[in-house]
């Protein structure tokens, strides 16, 4: 079954570190976006990827940093300059950036201890 | 202001009609989509619906479209408890755009 599949679903963070959200797909897609996601406030986009080895902000990626070594992976790592890290975090993708409909992981619940 | 927009709850009777609604300030040719999110879970399409288009219906769903007044509603027959979750709208762009989803809550 193609999908995304995000790891882990619960991630607890204390303070000072740096945490390492996955997300991998096998839907042959060379978009794929990190989202997070705060009550009451919709989606809010951190990092987008359109191609492998290239990837650019969003709105809101200061304390955040991700990487595109591999069409399949983007994970996205959740460094201690971001100060309010708490927050379900969700990655999706498409086909192509703009051309299609995106697809979501399940999401990964970060909490800071 | 947000490019899309959606009232954030709506609270219903099982058994009853929902309607959700969404407007939107682009109005270039696109698709148009509704996801649904149950709790602590990602979003899954719903159904979508091209902008040269009225009205789609799929099963229970109807999606409506006034592309004058930029506004895009889902209408839910016969809502049950399952309904119960967020829902967003989303318009197909470069960086997919979503508004800040409605909550649903459905009670006996």
């Known amino acids: 079954d193609g999908g995304i599949t995000q790891s882990p679903k619960y991630l607890f963070r204390k303070e000072g570190q740096n945490v390492t959200l996955s997300c991998e797909q096998n839907l042959n897609h060379d978009a794929m976006y990190w989202y997070r996601q705060d009550p009451g406030q919709g989606l809010r986009l951190i990092y987008y990827s359109q191609i492998v080895n290239d990837f650019q902000k969003g709105d809101i990626a200061e304390g955040y940093s991700v990487s595109r070594e591999k069409k399949e992976s983007f994970p996205l790592t959740v460094t201690s300059a971001q100060k309010n890290p708490t927050a379900f975090y969700l990655c999706?993708?498409?086909?192509?950036?703009?051309?299609?409909?995106?697809?979501f992981g399940q999401g990964t619940r970060l909490t800071v201890v | 202001g947000e490019d899309v927009e959606q009232s954030l709850f709506l609270s219903v009777r099982e058994g009853d009609s929902s309607v959700i609604n969404c407007t939107y300030t682009?109005?270039?040719?696109?698709?148009l989509y509704w996801y649904k999110q149950e709790p602590g879970a990602g979003l899954q399409l719903l159904t979508y619906?091209?902008?040269?288009?009225d009205m789609k219906q799929d099963q229970r769903l109807t999606v409506l479209l006034n592309k004058k007044d930029k506004h895009l509603s889902l209408r839910i027959a016969d809502t049950q408890t399952g309904d119960s979750a967020i829902y967003f709208c989303a318009k197909r762009a470069y960086i997919p755009t979503f508004g800040r989803g409605t909550s649903l809550i459905v009670h006996p």
């Open positions: 682009d109005s270039s040719s696109t698709y």
């Open positions: 619906i091209f902008s040269n288009m």
């Open positions: 999706a993708s498409s086909i192509q950036q703009g051309r299609t409909e995106a697809f």
